[in-house]
């Protein structure tokens, strides 16, 4: 996610049909929970957290189709946040080094009492640690914040400076178990090629920005090619270009008693997309887990399609 301030958020609610439930217990997934498959690994419907699936990544870890994202939140509202969406039943938290707000995950992750090992924990290099031996202290102090003794994900967050120095010393730390699986964020396809002309580990993700807006289709292609697998950070574009009040999602919401944030996160689901959305509003944190129980038919998927500007929402980031 990028590292300017965001926006308020835009109110939900008032776009709620009165008949849709926020039961995160409910949740199942049956013959609606089996997206398309992203390349060549196998999604697995095995029982999650809040029937949250998983996917299988290059190097045989399992991470949760659908995350908690961390950007924006600081403090103790953070702190909170996490604390709820673990509660709810999240697994996949989602911090970097430029939100400010590693050490209030921790807590968060610390008072939710649940086991380490059930959780899967993202975070991201910097580019101000940029380079071997920076990026080697870069993740300790991450690892420090977190309170924690390894990350299952580790990110370069943007491809600037020495990103070869900063991939070997994360091969070096993925070798030694203190990160289980390291990946990119906002890579491009030619500057994934440029890091894949020397990687001695594959990257498993590429968190890029993905929504109805900016649907990365050539970027979908390349990594589906590369089996490297697709994780969109602001599937809700925070809401830009009039996303919840979209006329299109709109009327889908309608047709199944959903939200449009729910379709919108359904149809990232069913392309085979990571997502990681983000509320410090507990009812939003649980309406965003509801989308397990009801699958977009292919004529809506086709009309989200059509939304696509090809056109980032995000021009500050770029």
């Known amino acids: 996610m990028n590292s300017e ?55 045989g870890v399992k991470m949760p189709m659908l995350g908690f994202g961390t950007y924006g939140l600081s403090g103790e509202v953070c702190q909170q946040s996490v604390k709820e969406a673990i509660s709810a039943g999240y697994r996949l938290l989602d911090t970097a080094k430029v939100y400010g707000n590693e050490e209030a995950v921790g807590r968060g992750i610390k008072e939710s009492g649940i086991p380490r090992k059930e959780l899967f924990v993202t975070s991201k290099l910097w580019v101000d640690d940029a380079g071997y031996e920076t990026a080697k202290k870069g993740f ?10 390894y990350l299952d994900l580790y990110l370069i967050h943007r491809p600037r400076g020495d990103v070869k120095g900063s991939w070997k010393a994360m091969e070096e730390l993925y070798q030694a178990g203190k990160i289980k699986a390291i990946g990119i964020s906002n890579f491009d396809p030619v500057q994934l090629a440029d890091l894949l002309s020397y990687a001695k580990v594959k ?52 047709k199944y008693n959903k939200t449009t944030a729910q379709v919108s996160l359904r149809w990232h689901f069913q392309r085979g997309i990571v997502a990681i959305p983000r509320s410090s509003q507990k009812a939003h944190i649980v309406e965003n887990l509801d989308i397990f129980d009801f699958k977009l038919a292919d004529a809506d998927m086709k009309a989200i399609e059509q939304l696509d500007l090809n056109k980032t929402q995000f021009p500050e980031w770029s």
Request: glycine share 6%.
């Open 140 to 149: 300790e102090e991450t690892l420090r914040k977190l309170q924690l003794d």
């Open 203 to 254: 990257p498993v993700i590429n968190q890029i920005e993905t929504h109805a807006y900016f649907q990365q289709n050539n970027d979908f292609k390349v990594l589906k090619q590369h089996n490297i697998h697709m994780e969109a950070w602001a599937p809700f574009a925070e809401g830009r270009n009039g996303l919840f009040t979209d006329e299109v999602l709109t009327q889908i919401a309608k």
């Open 5 to 59: 301030k965001p926006k308020n958020e835009i109110n939900r609610r008032k776009f709620l049909q009165h008949t849709v439930k926020f039961a995160a217990a409910g949740m199942y997934l049956g013959a609606f929970g089996m997206p398309e498959l992203f390349a060549n690994e196998i999604i697995n419907t095995g029982k999650g957290a809040a029937g949250i699936p998983d996917v299988k990544l290059n190097n």
